[in-house]
């Protein structure tokens, strides 16, 4: 694949098996991480627009005549937006369909629809065996939808379990041995229970992105706390850069910090111990030596060079004031663009977001807790990915000192709290 591509990724599987969700996460990183013009088409959306909120589970029965009929105006009218999208500049462009696809007719309905366009076509099949899974789905992500407003959680529940249903009786899924060999020859990717994943024609860079990136994805509830470190030396003189010891009043933070550890990131719900981890820079403060020390064995600490904080080149150490005085055209152009400006012999915000790309692959794949203690730069960035915040913003997120953040993301949001 080439800068200039078009990709088409196609999601396939039940209702309640996370498509929306691995459709979002994956919308977010191509947007963030590779600059990648990206737009979600949700057919859901497009059926609500057209046709009104509210359906019984009957209106999804493969059988019913006039429901199929209707679904297919919400399929069409989300193929004629995505293709119109697709051919408005020659860039690569990605386009994600989020829907069923359930059925080999309708795959093959999308695929010859799609193949008329200079584009590649992805499926992207997610399967889910956990009824547990399938539960909380149901219970946290559809309740909330439109299609529900008004009804009692009871009453929605069973409509919902109704119309997964009415898609089981007739499910089929992607099969490189089916009678017409259709799908051996298409790209494809197959995700079971977000532990086994079955690759099909998928070459190219991009596309091998994508597949390294799902394969670290999973639908169990995650936590992220972000705290900057104690407030150094170089704080308190109003410097960037360098590594300089803890003022006083990081001291004292980094003992806060340490006991926050235990009463809150170690901790369960329950209040039983659980396992957690801690990340940290390379060039390791005391603010995160003694959390690490105080927190325990529960938790397992790391150090990152990619956490470590953005590279100032021949500016390091001096204050702002000092680089406006000596280096005066810098500091204009700093101001102009602060995402894209490098210091010299330095780095700029972009080169920050190329060093977390893979580093953010570890962060989605951990189930436990995890801690990050790090520069305001690279928490800037990290809270702008999961918070749904530009490229162009996150230079400007605020993250204050001896503050810890806790972020927990969600199908369509993410929690914030702050301690």
């Not at 960037?240 to 806060?256: F, M, Q, T, V």
């Amino acid at each position: 694949s080439t800068p200039s591509d078009k990709i088409v990724l196609i999601l396939v599987g039940l209702p309640a098996r996370g498509k929306t969700f691995v459709a979002r996460k994956v919308h977010r990183y191509l947007e963030f991480f590779h600059a990648v013009n990206v737009r979600l088409f949700n057919i859901g959306n497009y059926r609500r627009k057209l046709l009104g909120d509210h359906h019984p589970a009957e209106w999804f029965d493969p059988k019913n005549e006039t429901g199929a009929r209707e679904r297919k105006l919400a399929t069409d009218a989300a193929l004629g937006d995505l293709s119109a999208w697709l051919a408005e500049e020659n860039d690569g462009r990605v386009a994600i369909l989020d829907g069923t696809h359930s059925t080999l007719a309708k795959r093959n309905y999308a695929y010859d629809k799609l193949r008329k366009l200079d584009c590649k076509v992805i499926f992207l099949e997610s399967i889910c065996s956990d009824r547990d899974v399938v539960e909380r789905n149901i219970v946290s992500c559809k309740l909330g939808t439109p299609d529900y407003v008004g009804m009692s959680e009871r009453d929605a529940v069973e409509d919902f379990r109704r119309r997964v249903a009415q898609y089981e009786s007739n499910y089929e899924t992607i099969d490189a041995d089916c009678l017409d060999g259709a799908e051996s020859n298409r790209s494809w990717i197959k995700i079971i229970d977000c532990r086994r994943f079955v690759i099909n024609n998928i070459r190219g860079y991009m596309p091998g992105r994508l597949v390294q990136f799902l394969s670290h994805l999973h639908m169990e509830p995650h936590v992220f706390y972000f705290s900057r470190h104690g407030q150094s030396e170089y704080n308190v003189l109003g410097k960037i850069g360098g590594d300089s010891g803890l003022s006083a009043a990081g001291d004292a933070y980094a003992k806060k910090l340490a006991e926050f550890c235990v009463s809150e990131v170690t901790k369960a719900p329950d209040g039983s111990e659980r396992p957690a981890r801690l990340w940290t820079r390379t060039s390791t403060t005391r603010a995160t030596t003694s959390a690490t020390r105080r927190s325990g064995s529960s938790s397992g600490s790391l150090a990152w060079s990619n956490l470590d904080e953005i590279f100032a080149g021949v500016c390091d150490g001096m204050t702002y004031a000092e680089i406006e005085e000596h280096y005066p055209e810098e500091f204009k152009r700093r101001q102009d663009d602060k995402l894209a400006y490098r210091y010299p012999r330095g780095e700029s915000y972009l080169d920050m977001i190329h060093r977390l790309d893979t580093m953010v692959h570890e962060m989605e794949r951990h189930r436990e807790p995890l801690l990050i203690v790090a520069h305001q730069g690279i928490l800037r960035l990290l809270y702008a990915y999961l918070m749904g915040l530009s490229r162009e913003e996150a230079p400007y997120v605020s993250i204050p000192l001896n503050t810890v953040i806790r972020l927990q993301p969600k199908t369509y949001s993410c929690d914030e709290e702050r301690f």
